[in-house]
């Protein structure tokens, strides 16, 4: 069996328990008598123990036990929940990220025992119960090894049931009943071990694998019911049945099998086989080399076990994702449907002249381009994740925020359902960080500033996602005090950033740009949350790897508000596409609120700048042919085809030659090509093989 077929898994389910025990502390925190919330960290945390458990991480297994043990008491009634403990249970989540961070990196979870959290959850423990800390029985407990955890379930285990050793239906062949009588020869002992998992064992196959490894580490298995391949499977109740040589004695072996969590109960006994019980004797002349063989089979598996451990060391890389089986069942329909066009094009081919229609072909074709088009809806649908994922993580951050800077304050969150790419979900949580401990740092306001001003006082941070035609938004905003323009203005002039003579032509909106410029900060004091200057440049950066965009507003004791744009995909979109010169350009469609043709003479000036009327909006013109220099003689026109675009609340108008029509493309990154130029988003192959590029028309607006 390889485990890392389950460690995925694993990994997996441990973030979501993780992620639970997180929200529901947050809960229990302020509903302290929450019994359901009680209840929802008792399961979690028992679930969590039994998963370490079976795939052997005996740290992390020893630490859930213990919360899962306060946890017990506090939902029997028997001890009350208090700010220390809630501190403690905390310090344990984070105790446990940082095994599961281990283990994806190197699938082990590391040495770090955490003694001083456990030490904590059991005076905690004892004093709830009205228990005197007894500094002995403390060390007694807190030396327990990882191993002895599982005694909980030993105990269980117990209660044998009666007639439980089925290992004596193993049927064993001649051969198989040879090598136990060679083994008694050279005292090698033969046990009929039945191991019995617990009822509510999630993995049984996981369980079997560790009991299988358990005991090939001291000897042989030469038989077992059912066959391995049916256990991998998971091809059986609660119960296995297994023959081992080996030569360690009986107790060592039951020991070691209930050592392995959630194993209920193993019947254990020697297995003694005279040679009368042969029905065919193999010939004596070969037993001595046999012996040997199985003398030095037994006594190496003990020596390689260390080995194979370091050998199982490899990280861990899980790029998963969980896909709702309606989704993979539009797919494979779809996927049927291409098959039958193809094979309707195949047909035409290969047809009899005379069936080969042009108007048949025009047919098979549209029906060709509605079939991949629904298949590329649908493989986009299957990339799709909630960004939940990522913004679950972020109210322990601004409660752990709230304790550390001394400052109360709240994170109301909107839209968690909306979906982005998996690709964009992986890194924007490091982002959505950032901006939001700059919110709480320095965007807000301390609690008696807050006061003075007759503001509540509890801060207000807001983290809302919703989806803006072919963008996802996210915006950052608070109640704080906002951004002093004229600090950032004098604190950019002092550092040589800009001029004084440029400071004063610049616009509110770029000196607010400033503070994305590398190592800009108008922090006064340095602290470990935020203010070395070392932010929003980071945050830009990023989402303009995405392929999107961000931008800051504010108001002055009002508050800030980051809003950062995403496109929902990073492979394929609608675009329009467009000649300039002898050029063609594609515009991402989502970003086009409509096409006009402008006559030349609507055109006015502001400040020198094209712009035209458009039902009452002012909207400036760009010409692309200038932008992007391209070669080739302009003609002066009556008319100018315009594609009005659009960020956010502004337009812009953007002058082509000719329009050529929607399709859909796919984006290719063209990598250093055209490294310093962020109005080109990518290329496109077309039909034709002609390469074009894509506009990143945000940077325009």
């Known amino acids: 069996m390889d485990v890392s077929q389950y460690l995925e898994i694993f990994i997996d389910e441990t973030k979501e328990h993780l992620q639970s025990l997180n ?220 023959v081992l040589l080996t030569k360690d004695d009986l107790e060592k072996v039951k020991k070691t099998i209930l050592n392995v969590s959630e194993i209920k109960d193993v019947y254990i006994e020697a297995i003694s086989i005279g040679e009368d019980d042969l029905t065919e004797v193999k010939e004596e002349a070969a037993a001595p080399a046999e012996e040997a063989g199985l003398r030095n089979n037994v006594q190496n598996r003990t020596a390689a076990q260390n080995p194979a451990k370091q050998q199982a060391s490899k990280p861990v890389v899980n790029r998963s994702v969980r896909v709702d089986i309606e989704k993979l069942d539009v797919l494979m329909n779809l996927v049927s449907e291409l098959i039958i066009a193809k094979n309707g094009l195949v047909s035409m081919n290969t047809s009899e002249k005379g069936a080969k229609t042009e108007s048949g072909f025009n047919e098979q074709i549209e029906y060709l381009e509605r079939v991949t088009t629904n298949l590329h809806e649908s493989v986009m649908k299957v990339r799709m994740v909630p960004i939940e994922s990522v913004l679950n993580r972020f109210p322990r951050m601004i409660r752990d925020l709230s304790k550390s800077l001394n400052k109360k304050m709240e994170l109301y969150m909107t839209g968690e359902e909306t979906e982005l790419d998996r690709t964009v979900i992986d890194e924007i949580g490091d982002p959505l960080m950032h901006l939001l401990r700059n919110a709480a740092d320095h965007g807000l306001e301390s609690n008696e500033e807050r006061v003075s001003k007759g503001k509540p006082e509890v801060g207000s941070i807001f983290l809302d996602a919703y989806q803006d035609g072919n963008n996802v938004v996210i915006e950052v905003r608070d109640d704080g005090a906002g951004i002093n323009v004229e600090k950032v203005k004098k604190k950019a002039v002092e550092k040589g950033t800009i001029t004084s003579e440029q400071a004063e032509i610049m616009s509110d909106k770029e000196i607010i740009d400033l503070l994305f410029r590398p190592s800009f900060s108008t922090a006064e004091v340095i602290t470990d949350v935020s203010g070395r200057g070392v932010g929003l440049d980071v945050v830009k950066t990023k989402i303009e790897a995405l392929g999107g965009d961000i931008e800051a507003k504010t108001k002055l004791g009002s508050g800030s508000n980051f809003i950062i744009r ?136």
Do not use: W
């Not at 060679?182 to 046990?191: P, V, W």
């Not at 675009?645 to 984006?667: F, M, T, Y």
């Not at 063209?670 to 093989?689: E, Q, V, W």
């Open 566 to 701: 995403l496109p929902l995909t990073l492979a394929i979109i609608q675009a329009l596409m467009v000649e300039l010169g002898s050029e063609k350009y594609a515009i991402p469609l989502g970003s086009i609120q409509t096409i006009e043709d402008v006559a030349a003479s609507d055109i006015k000036y502001v400040h020198s700048k094209e712009v035209i009327n458009l039902r009452g909006n002012v909207i400036p013109l760009l010409r692309l042919n200038d932008i992007l220099d391209v070669p080739g003689t302009k003609t002066e026109q009556e008319n100018l085809i315009v594609v009005i675009i659009s960020k956010g609340d502004r337009l812009a108008g953007l002058v082509v030659d000719n329009l050529i029509g929607q399709q859909e493309i796919v984006i290719k990154s063209i990598g250093k090509f055209i490294n310093n130029n962020k109005i080109i988003g990518g290329a496109t192959i077309l039909g034709d093989g002609e390469v074009a590029l894509i506009l990143d028309v945000n940077t325009l607006v």
């Open 23 to 242: 929200q529901q502390l947050l809960v229990l925190e302020t509903e302290p008598e929450n019994s359901e919330t009680i209840n929802e960290i008792f399961r979690a945390a028992h679930s969590l123990k039994g998963m370490a458990g079976t795939m052997g991480f005996k740290r992390m297994q020893r630490l859930t036990h213990d919360m899962e043990n306060v946890f017990s008491e506090i939902r029997n009634g028997k001890m009350g929940v208090t700010a220390e403990l809630v501190d403690v249970l905390f310090k344990g989540l984070d105790a446990l990220e940082g095994y599961l961070s281990n283990i994806q990196a190197s699938a082990d979870e590391g040495t770090e025992d955490y003694e001083d959290i456990i030490e904590q959850l059991n005076d905690i423990l004892n004093i709830g119960l009205g228990k005197a800390v007894n500094k002995e029985t403390k060390t007694t407990a807190t030396t327990v090894t990882a191993g002895n955890t599982t005694a909980v379930e030993t105990v269980a285990a117990a209660e044998v049931t009666a007639g439980a050793n089925k290992y004596k239906e193993l049927p064993l062949a001649d051969y198989e009943k040879n090598a136990i009588i060679k083994a008694s020869k050279i005292g090698i002992n033969a046990y009929g071990i039945t191991v019995y998992v617990q009822e509510y064992c999630i993995l049984k196959a996981a369980r079997a694998f560790l009991v299988f490894k358990a005991l090939e580490g001291m000897g042989d298995v030469i038989k077992s019911k059912p066959e391995v391949q049916d256990i991998e499977d998971e091809k059986f109740d609660l119960d296995f049945s297994v």
